[in-house]
């Protein structure tokens, strides 16, 4: 069964940074990429970021690039996300999603449970 179990997220002021981590088991992480989707409140999934099977290859939405950094460690079967320069309007649930293949952007097959990012003064 796959599991995908986010970590990290909690209240930080505007400026300030946090990581977060999935942890993932039950299948191979090296073989597929993965991405990080969040949600804010009153809003639709927005896709934020994603990697390649090797990490090799990363891609950003428009809106958070130049501020977060997506990397993977496959030996430790966990994907991160590190958000620099928060704002308040970077507050919301943070998914990471199992791409369909080994890159990004095929689609998802399985989701975490989200970790929640709150900014504010």
């Known amino acids: 069964e796959v599991q995908l179990v986010e970590s990290g997220g909690g209240l930080v002021q505007p400026g300030g940074s946090l990581k977060l981590s999935c942890a993932a088991s039950?299948?191979?992480?090296?073989?597929?990429?993965m991405s990080w989707v969040r949600q804010a409140p009153g809003k639709g999934l927005e896709w934020v970021s994603g990697?390649?099977?090797?990490?090799?290859?990363?891609t950003y939405a428009d809106s958070v690039k130049g501020q977060f950094t997506i990397s993977r460690d496959n030996a430790k079967n966990t994907l991160y996300l590190q958000m620099n320069s928060l704002k308040p309007e970077d507050a919301a649930v943070y998914y990471c999603?199992?791409?369909?293949?080994?890159?990004?952007?095929?689609?998802?097959?399985?989701w975490g449970q989200g970790t929640q990012v709150t900014v504010s003064s």
């Open positions: 990697i390649k099977y090797d990490g090799d290859g990363t």
């Open positions: 999603a199992k791409d369909r293949g080994t890159g990004v952007g095929d689609g998802f097959t399985s």
């Open positions: 039950g299948f191979t992480f090296s073989d597929y990429g």
